[in-house]
């Protein structure tokens, strides 16, 4: 495992610098590499904007969280997915290229929807600070979502899963985070 300060991702994300994000993940891959890893993954989904920028460079292959969960969308017959994650992540194109690689349509959140979940993943989540309004705000959004005709939503962030789960979703939902952890586990006992 390596991985530099997450403020060094955010800062160059606040600067739309891509590339910037790109060199700080080619740089982890180059360390885990020498280290003697056999693939690589991130746990971080808006960081995948920039895993395009690296792959053919990157001293082994990636496990791209996106792919892992659309295909576990594929898999369990949903046909299209609202998405939740950062402002950077919602408005890519990460989730939707792997999600239409496996015919599933998705839901983006609103402007102001993306600005709420934004401010309360970076300002509150990654700091640990759950507030009740915020659990809230996130399971309107996913019922929205299930109102535009969703039957699942992508829980597109390592801290959403800290306020919306199965047991309180209006939706099923496909946490990216344990998706990813669990296809690493099968690809390392090679059961993948």
Avoid at 72 to 99: I, N
Wanted: with cysteine; hydrophobic share 45%.
């Amino acid at each position: 495992m390596h991985t530099p300060s997450f403020a060094g991702y955010c800062e160059r994300m606040e600067r739309d610098d891509w590339s910037g994000v790109a060199e700080l993940m080619l740089d982890s891959a180059n360390r885990l590499a020498k280290a003697g890893a056999d693939f690589l993954i991130c746990p971080d989904n808006t960081i995948h904007q920039a895993l395009p920028m690296i792959e053919e460079r990157s001293p082994l292959p990636w496990l791209h969280i996106a792919e892992v969960v659309a295909a576990e969308a594929a898999a369990r017959g949903y046909r299209r997915v609202g998405l939740t994650g950062t402002r950077w992540l919602v408005e890519s194109d990460v989730y939707p290229r792997a999600l239409s690689r496996h015919g599933i349509e998705f839901e983006r959140p609103t402007a102001q929807e993306r600005d709420e979940m934004n401010a309360a993943i970076m300002d509150e989540l990654v700091y640990g600070i759950v507030r009740p309004e915020t659990v809230s705000r996130f399971l309107r959004i996913v019922e929205r979502m299930k109102g535009a005709g969703c039957d699942a939503v992508v829980l597109g962030c390592t801290e959403i899963p800290l306020i919306v789960s199965d047991e309180n979703s209006p939706l099923p939902a496909l946490d990216s985070t344990r998706l990813l952890a669990r296809a690493a586990l099968r690809r390392a006992i090679g059961s993948a």
